[in-house]
């Protein structure tokens, strides 16, 4: 609404503030303002699609193995991994670590790069991460 077409003093509606820091969620301020809070949501975890992506970082390391410097540590990651994800309620912390590292570890291999993004991707509705 612009003040032109306004009868009358313009009222302030609640919100001064001078200097310091603010920190605000949702608000509405004045007449018929309207302020609506949701949860923020994203992708939720589908174990069975991280399962999938997880075999076809599997099959591109067997492919690329001989482009990694550390074969041992990328398989280890891997693993640890895999078997994190398997678990009924996986540890957040231990998927960002093995994802941490399995994604240093695939660095000089581009698609094992691509193929750990997604992977990264596919994880982030777990509860925690």
């Known amino acids: ?38 949860t923020v949501s994203f992708e939720s975890f589908d174990a069975g699609r991280s399962m999938q992506l997880l075999d076809r970082v599997e099959e591109l390391l067997v492919l690329h193995r001989a482009q990694l410097p ?23 912390g231990v998927v960002r670590r093995a994802l941490t590292r399995l994604n240093d570890f695939v660095q000089p291999v581009t698609p094992l790069v691509v193929a750990v993004g997604e992977l990264a991707r596919s994880v982030q509705g777990l509860p925690g991460l």
């Open 1 to 38: 609404m612009s003040d032109a077409g306004r009868q009358g003093p313009v009222i302030n509606q609640g919100v001064v503030q001078y200097g310091g820091t603010s920190n605000v969620g949702n608000q509405a301020i004045g007449p018929g303002a309207t302020a609506y809070s949701g």
């Open 70 to 92: 550390d074969q041992e540590g990328t398989t280890h990651q891997l693993v640890r991994l895999r078997e994190e994800l398997a678990e009924p309620e996986p540890e957040p």
